[in-house]
């Protein structure tokens, strides 16, 4: 898995490399099987710099796996807490494109399992 990660308006520290490294590895046992191939873009930016309340730090996390991207994005008040949200929000659209392809493999096999089931009975005919 390639891992890019960007901060605009914010320095990229190695504890802030770590920590998403290791919050992003959560998600990484979801593409187990394809894991050489995705990679995985987070953006961390501190969207104004004079204000100093509020939703001020927005987090993107994009991650590719086989052409599809797949994207989340959120806003928070720390740049911790900004990233958690947007990766929960992508543990989420992970499990549901994983069980998504599952599904539709699932239905292909059943598909040709009736086919060949139905060939079958016409060549006993």
Known sequence: MQLNIKGTNLEV???????????IEDIAHFFSDHL??????????????????GDVFRAEITIKVG????????????????????????????????????TLYKKGVRTLKNLMHMSSEESEE
């Open 13 to 23: 520290t190695p504890s802030v490399h770590e920590y998403v490294s290791k919050k």
């Open 36 to 53: 050489e191939q995705a990679t995985v873009f987070v953006e961390i930016a501190r969207t104004t710099l004079h204000h100093n309340k």
């Open 67 to 102: 052409g599809e991207p797949i994207r989340t994005e959120a806003t928070a008040g720390e740049w911790h807490a900004a990233f958690d949200l947007a990766k929960e929000e992508m543990s989420m659209k992970v499990a549901k494109f994983k069980n998504r392809k599952d």
